[in-house]
């Protein structure tokens, strides 16, 4: 596609509850990135992918917090046991390669109430 | 440690000022790359500009300047003649293209809060 897709646009879920949040990248683009934005706060790096490998998944906040990327492309993230602290803003961005600018979706708003 | 720091979290000027952007960065790579990104009210992180570590060369875009200076390790960011519609969340950011292998290369500042008043 043109753009970035993330889906859904919005999420609302009860506590407890697993939720999957869809990241389709700009074709052709070997890095992927998850962020997490809090109300009125900067980008928490979740986990960034090479391909279809995640070399790095040092910001993923607890084990309920999983991703897996397919094809080296559609990326997954999932919240396990949702918790009220989970609601953000999740942001997904790929770029072409390591060190080039990465674009971003619109991003997926979850709410856990 | 904080990679890219934006020491101003909010600005406030009226419009047709100027207003400039502070970014320090933090590297050992000799090889990395500075952005900047814009957040409107929308949400959606737009990309301004991309400059290599070997570039010293300020860039001019319409009423965008960028001032990237080694020495100080700094990825300033001015807008000339403020307008309203530049009131957005402006976020610095660096790559490190010979990070440690695997590792996530791109880090944030906590962004700066623009707002031009009519």
């Known amino acids: 596609g043109a753009g970035v897709s993330q889906s859904p646009s919005n999420k609302v879920t009860e506590k407890g509850k697993d939720v999957e949040l869809r990241c389709d990248p700009i074709?052709?683009?070997?890095?992927l990135y998850w962020y997490r934005q809090s109300l009125g706060q900067g980008l928490e790096f979740l986990i960034y992918?090479?391909?279809?490998?995640?070399?790095?998944k040092s910001g993923l906040p607890s084990d309920r917090f999983s991703a897996e990327r397919t094809g080296g492309s559609v990326s997954t993230l999932t919240i396990q046991r949702t918790q009220q602290e989970d609601s953000a803003v999740y942001l997904c961005?790929?770029?072409?390669?390591?060190?080039?600018?990465?674009?971003f979706g619109q991003g997926t708003r979850l709410t856990v109430v | 440690a904080q990679k890219v720091t934006q020491a101003q979290t909010e600005i406030s000027v009226v419009e047709k000022e100027d207003v400039t952007l502070d970014c320090v960065y933090e590297?050992?790579?000799?090889?990395?790359?500075l952005f900047w990104y814009k957040q409107p009210p929308s949400g959606e992180l737009v990309f301004l500009i991309r400059?290599?570590?070997?570039?010293?060369q300020n860039e001019i875009s319409g009423r965008y300047s960028w001032n990237f200076q080694k020495s100080t390790s700094s990825f300033n960011f001015t807008i000339t003649a403020s307008q309203v519609v530049d009131s957005a969340v402006y976020f610095c950011?660096?790559?490190?293209?010979?990070?440690?292998?695997?590792?996530?290369?791109?880090?944030f500042g906590t962004g700066t809060r623009l707002t031009v008043i009519p």
């Open positions: 074709s052709g683009h070997t890095a």
């Open positions: 950011a660096l790559s490190e293209a010979l990070h440690q292998t695997g590792a996530n290369n791109l880090f």
């Open positions: 961005a790929s770029s072409l390669v390591k060190g080039y600018e990465a674009f």
């Open positions: 992918f090479q391909g279809n490998s995640a070399p790095d």
């Open positions: 590297t050992r790579d000799t090889t990395y790359y």
């Open positions: 400059r290599n570590s070997f570039d010293e």
